[in-house]
């Protein structure tokens, strides 16, 4: 099963996701483009390394992409993400909703993004400018706690910035 | 004997020092759970790592009470970043 379509060790080309040419229903395009950061709770980063579980995850986001479109009421949702070396500025994660109003268009745009970050089994190893690394782990994809530890979703170094 | 081989992913990979764990498995390990208790007792450094992490079969998420995948092979997923 091909997932390079999804999940791009190549850097992600956003133009021909936009899809201006179709859905002339639509008048709004939201996007959201997600670069490295140079920084993470108070360290210096100076690169990050994304490794994917590639069948799952691409099977996730377009889980995601098909969940957007019927909950939202839009035509067309595209998420595409990086792995592999990435600096910073680069272009970890694209997300693209086309929408007959802008309203739509956001609200199904920041769904998208947020449901691919937190269920996608897609890593983010930083490396520090100190020569150190670590995988930043903040949510559990496993769903089969059982009901003592259902509560402990851990969210600890969750950063929503 | 059977065998089970488990593929490991992120930070499990690095306290591993492998992209792969192959365990040899009794009659007695039928589901996903016993598989990860026998390879929490061969690898008692990996166990606390092993809570968290989901488990897969081929692109689709198992659960601790299903049964061992036919291939016997499980992908050990860590939390991801989230934010």
């Given at each position: 099963?091909?997932?390079?379509?999804?999940?791009?060790?190549?850097?992600?080309?956003?133009?021909?996701?936009?899809?201006?040419?179709?859905?002339?229903?639509?008048?709004?395009?939201?996007?959201?483009?997600?670069?490295?950061?140079?920084?993470?709770?108070?360290?210096?980063?100076?690169?990050?390394?994304?490794?994917?579980?590639?069948?799952?995850?691409?099977?996730?986001?377009?889980?995601?992409?098909?969940?957007?479109?019927?909950?939202?009421?839009?035509?067309?949702?595209?998420?595409?993400?990086?792995v592999g070396e990435l600096g910073i500025g680069d272009v970890a994660i694209v997300c693209v909703v086309r929408a007959p109003h802008r309203a739509e268009a956001f609200e199904a745009c920041r769904y998208a993004v947020d449901a691919v970050k937190h269920g996608a089994p897609i890593w983010k190893e930083e490396f520090y400018v100190d020569g150190t690394s670590a995988f930043v782990e903040g949510c559990c994809i496993r769903d089969d706690f059982d009901d003592h530890a259902a509560h402990d979703h851990s969210h600890t170094s969750h950063d929503h910035a | 004997?059977?065998?089970?081989?488990?593929?490991?992913?992120?930070?499990?990979?690095?306290?591993?020092?492998?992209?792969?764990?192959?365990?040899?498995?009794?009659?007695?390990?039928?589901?996903v759970g016993d598989a990860l208790t026998l390879l929490a007792r061969e690898r008692p450094e990996l166990a606390a790592s092993l809570e968290r992490c989901a488990c897969v079969s081929g692109d689709t998420i198992v659960r601790r009470v299903d049964a061992l995948p036919a291939d016997g092979r499980i992908a050990l997923l860590p939390p991801v970043a989230g934010g």
């Open positions: 099963m091909s997932f390079d379509d999804v999940i791009s060790a190549e850097p992600i080309a956003v133009e021909p996701l936009l899809a201006l040419d179709e859905y002339p229903e639509c008048g709004g395009l939201a996007m959201f483009v997600g670069t490295v950061r140079d920084h993470h709770e108070g360290r210096a980063v100076s690169r990050l390394a994304y490794t994917a579980h590639g069948p799952l995850a691409a099977k996730i986001i377009r889980e995601v992409e098909a969940t957007t479109r019927a909950r939202f009421g839009v035509p067309y949702c595209r998420v595409r993400h990086r | 004997m059977k065998h089970v081989v488990f593929e490991l992913f992120a930070n499990l990979r690095k306290l591993a020092g492998t992209e792969e764990l192959r365990v040899e498995a009794g009659d007695a390990v039928l589901s």
